[in-house]
């Protein structure tokens, strides 16, 4: 019994250091093919939910402070006093020299009275969510008929960028 026990014990321990072949199948998985989606077409355009709000008002007048108009005869200040808000743009840019005023097919920069100005509109960055007000000085033709009723336009203009602003004068 002692051999029989020994060939049994002997038996297990090759199956067990792999000594006796034994055979295992392969699997492989069936072929995947691969299919790029075709893009869906959206018909209606995501609108921008991005502005700017800039509402404005104005004042003519000669003088700024106690400095009277050092202009050539014939020409005055127009004052437009700008709120302006930011909704949704990373930032918006307010230099002075991105503006001017439109009136009868001509266009005014600023004028550099803008500086002495109390509410001046400085250069600043304003971020989405912020909000700045200040006024810029241009200087114009005096409108002889009535010295307080002008027409006229706001003009931005920034290189590079283009902006969604609504205007809103008060």
């Known amino acids: 019994m002692n051999i029989l026990k020994a060939?049994?014990?002997?038996?297990i321990v090759m199956?067990?250091?792999g000594c006796v072949e034994t055979h295992e199948a392969t699997q492989v998985s069936p072929p995947i093919k691969i299919e790029t989606p075709t893009p869906k077409v959206i018909d209606t355009p995501i609108p921008d939910e991005r502005f700017i709000t800039i509402t404005y008002s104005h004042r003519v007048n000669d003088y700024v402070?106690?400095?009277e108009s050092g202009s050539s005869s014939g020409m005055t200040y127009l004052f437009v006093t700008m709120t302006?808000?930011?909704?949704?743009y990373k930032s918006f840019n307010v230099n002075p020299?991105?503006?001017?005023?439109?009136?009868?097919?001509?266009r005014y920069n600023h004028h550099w009275v803008t500086y002495d100005l109390k509410d001046r509109l400085s250069t600043q960055d304003i971020m989405d969510g912020g909000?700045?007000?200040?006024?810029?000085?241009?200087?114009i033709p005096r409108n002889g008929t009535n010295p307080d009723n002008y027409?006229?336009?706001?003009?931005?203009d920034q290189a590079f960028n283009?902006?969604?602003?609504?205007w809103n004068h008060n």
């Open 7 to 11: 060939i049994s014990l002997l038996a």
């Open 15 to 17: 199956l067990m250091a």
């Open 65 to 67: 402070g106690m400095r």
């Open 84 to 88: 302006i808000e930011n909704h949704g």
């Open 97 to 106: 020299y991105n503006w001017q005023v439109e009136i009868d097919n001509i």
């Open 131 to 139: 909000k700045l007000t200040g006024s810029i000085a241009f200087e």
């Open 151 to 156: 027409e006229y336009s706001i003009i931005y």
């Open 162 to 166: 283009d902006y969604n602003i609504k």
